[in-house]
């Protein structure tokens, strides 16, 4: 590995991180507003051995998740706990891949929250691997979408929007380093056994430092259906480009239709008009078969519609997400925008058509990864 030695990572699982100690001594800090770690973290550096055995020597029957350079297995370790084992594919020699999976190692070690998924530790042995705590109910996505399991119910969908919502709030807000995930989506949001959502997958997330006001990336790398117009045009990035695709999200629990349909039309687009013609209940999915909230449903499809908005300046931050999802009265007022502030913006759906389909039933990275270096 070339960008961190082997010995590096196992101190880091395996001493105390003072640094975060001192966080949680020193409570919030006042003047960026970052709250500490509600426990300490205990990561560990696991042996190969042990993660051998949990998985039963990584047998095929207990993969969970495929994708394009990792593969997911479940396990059981000694103690009964059961574990998620993320591992490199041994056949990956794409450098870029080995950087992303690294990243994800020194993102999570600064999270900690019941709505963004656990990291347990890592092993560096025999490859790399990464041990989270295991979803037993799988992706969002899979729930969703898979027709053999039952339609997820609507009391579920909005548990769902509203555990999410606070997860990425943190990660934008209370998190100690500012975070910007760059690829949310229901296949990166695991559910646990009662069906608490955990934003996963940080493989292309980015720090973003307080005095800075977005990152320009290039190249640009996400989802299709998913990319906000800033970012897909000229790779601007900040909390906004996360709040994009999070309407999007939305709109597929609202809807349970995927992000890009079989003929290429984005979901974003498709539903745009209908949300402003204020008849939401067109787009709510029929196997619900009229049963949900309509407050909750009125909330989440507003929340979608600022969401999914082309100027990102009109779009609300995280906390207001949340404000509208979860407020039984909505001030539709105070969203009111210039009609012309979004027409500017309209050239971005010319898009659409480039947009492709995807396999949404890989838990934590699914081969729907972009790489675009000739837009920008």
Not at 70 to 97: C, F, H, P
Not at 128 to 137: T, Y
Not at 157 to 178: D, Q
Not at 200 to 207: H, M, N, P, Y
């Amino acid at each position: 590995m070339k960008y961190i030695r082997t010995g590096s990572l196992k101190r880091l699982f395996s001493i105390k991180r003072q640094s975060f100690d001192a966080d949680n001594q020193q409570g919030c800090d006042n003047q960026q507003g970052r709250q500490s770690f509600t426990h300490k973290p205990s990561w560990k550096c696991f042996s190969y051995e042990e993660i051998f055995v949990a998985t039963n020597g990584f047998s095929p029957e207990y993969i969970v998740g495929r994708g394009g350079y990792a593969e997911v297995y479940r396990g059981v370790l000694k103690d009964g706990q059961a574990i998620a084992v993320k591992m490199l594919s041994r056949a990956t020699n794409d450098e870029r891949k080995e950087k992303e999976f690294l990243t994800e190692i020194g993102t999570l070690g600064h999270v900690c929250h019941p709505n963004v998924t656990a990291l347990l530790g890592c092993c560096v042995d025999n490859g790399l691997h990464l041990i989270f705590q295991f979803s037993s109910k799988g992706t969002v996505a899979s729930l969703l979408h898979d027709e053999k399991l039952p339609v997820m119910g609507w009391a579920i969908r909005y548990k769902v929007a509203v555990g999410a919502a606070k997860g990425l709030h943190y990660l934008h807000k209370t998190c100690p380093r500012r975070i910007i995930h760059r690829d949310i989506k229901s296949s990166n949001i695991l559910l646990t056994a009662d069906f608490e959502p955990q934003i996963s997958d940080f493989g292309l997330a980015k720090w973003l430092p307080s005095q800075w006001t977005h990152h320009s990336i290039v190249p640009i790398e996400g989802t299709f259906g998913h990319l906000a117009p800033e970012y897909f045009m000229h790779g601007v990035v900040d909390e906004k480009t996360d709040v994009f695709a999070f309407g999007v999200f939305l709109l597929e629990l609202i809807t349970g239709k995927k992000p890009v349909d079989g003929s290429y039309q984005s979901l974003h687009s498709w539903a745009k008009p209908i949300l402003k013609s204020g008849d939401i209940e067109k787009i709510v999915d029929p196997r619900l078969k009229g049963v949900y909230e309509i407050s909750q449903l009125e909330g989440i499809a507003f929340a979608a519609s600022l969401c999914i908005r082309a100027s990102h300046i009109w779009r609300p931050t995280m906390s207001e997400v949340l404000e509208v999802i979860c407020e039984r009265e909505i001030d539709r007022k105070r969203w009111k925008m210039p009609e012309e502030e979004e027409e500017e913006k309209e050239e971005f759906w010319i898009f659409d058509d480039l947009e492709q389909d995807y396999d949404s039933s890989f838990p934590t990275s699914p081969q729907d990864s972009i790489l675009i270096s000739s837009l920008v």
